[in-house]
């Protein structure tokens, strides 16, 4: 991966082609020579092109983001731990395996972690045995409905 | 909603393609055809299936993956919304839609400490852009008088990364944003921009 601070120095075309592609990628031959009838250019370059983004860290593929697979239970816990606790805790918290996402967050609530198991039982016995080790209440979220359609990420260049 | 895909008894021709393009198309006049020689099937059924893949919900996009980090977006905000159980589902889908929006779920709340039913992901160049895409979000769907917070993520403890393969959850696909603590002093007054 490319060093930060170096500036990445976008044109119009890379900026369309960053922009206009996330989803919808042409399902077709030759791709490429497709988005360069769109954009105006050969397909060589807009291959370069992507080589050259890729290169330097903007793009990390051109490919699927999937959806995942719900095998199991899972939920989004959070705990208000006390600034002096948090790291001791955070550690206890990123010992069990069921754990996979575990964030320090701007407030009260300052923990927060994805906790995914085969079943709802084994989720409330790991919310409760970090309860019991550390005293503090988990707070247990469950997804009930997903609203986000994902057309990934318009970029603002201004 | 992905309940049939998860229903479904994955095909293993669909696995084998997924594996196959996960880390991206080759970088090649004809990536289809190169992807259907490793498989031994038609460029033709590369495409298909990648389309249906597509169709189905499997595949949530196809396209240029961009990494917003590089690209100058360096924060992002988690932020949540008490609404009345009867506007969760439509303002939820609204606030999806916005541009800057990566994620919108209905969560079961937990009141009196919590009573936040919907949570999003605002993301921006800086914390000053997010609370400014948070402020019109506010005036865009009239949340003015909406309960709400905003929690900036500060330390990344753990994260798994994202595989097929793998149990998952959603929010696993936002980056961790390492900040620096003295950054999230400055930035501690997480209710400033909200009703309450």
Known sequence: MRKPGKALLLDDIDRRLLDDFQSGFPLAPRPFAEIAGRLGVGESEVIARIERLTAAGAVSRVGPVLRPRHVGASTLAAMAVPEDRIEEIAELVNGYREVNHNYERTHRFNLWFVLTAADEERLTEVMEEIEDRTGIEVLDLPMLEEYHIDLGFPLQWT | ?196
């Not at chain 2, 160049?125 to 009239?142: A, G, M, Y």
């Open chain 2, 1 to 196: 909603m992905s309940a049939s895909v998860s229903a479904a008894v994955p095909d293993p021709i669909d696995g084998a393609l997924i594996r196959a393009v996960q880390q991206g198309l080759p970088l090649v006049p004809r990536p289809y055809a190169v992807i259907a020689g490793g498989l031994g099937i038609s460029e033709t059924e590369v495409m298909a299936r990648l389309a249906r893949l597509i169709a189905r919900g499997a595949i949530k996009r196809f396209g240029v993956v961009v990494r917003h980090r590089e690209l100058g977006y360096r924060a992002s905000a988690m932020v949540v919304w008490a609404l009345p159980e009867n506007r969760v589902a439509e303002i939820g889908r609204r606030i999806a839609r916005l541009p800057f929006v990566t994620l919108s779920y209905r969560r079961l709340p937990r009141p009196p400490v919590w009573p936040y039913n919907l949570f999003t992901m605002i993301h921006g160049r800086d914390r000053t852009s997010v609370l400014d895409q948070l402020e019109q979000i506010k005036e865009r769907l009239d949340l003015a008088d909406t309960g709400c917070a905003v929690l900036f993520s500060a330390r990344c403890f753990k994260q798994r990364g994202a595989r097929y393969d793998a149990t998952w959850h959603p929010e696993a696909t936002n980056p961790c944003h390492p900040i620096e603590l003295s950054d999230l002093k400055s930035a501690s007054g997480n209710n400033l921009a909200c009703a309450f």
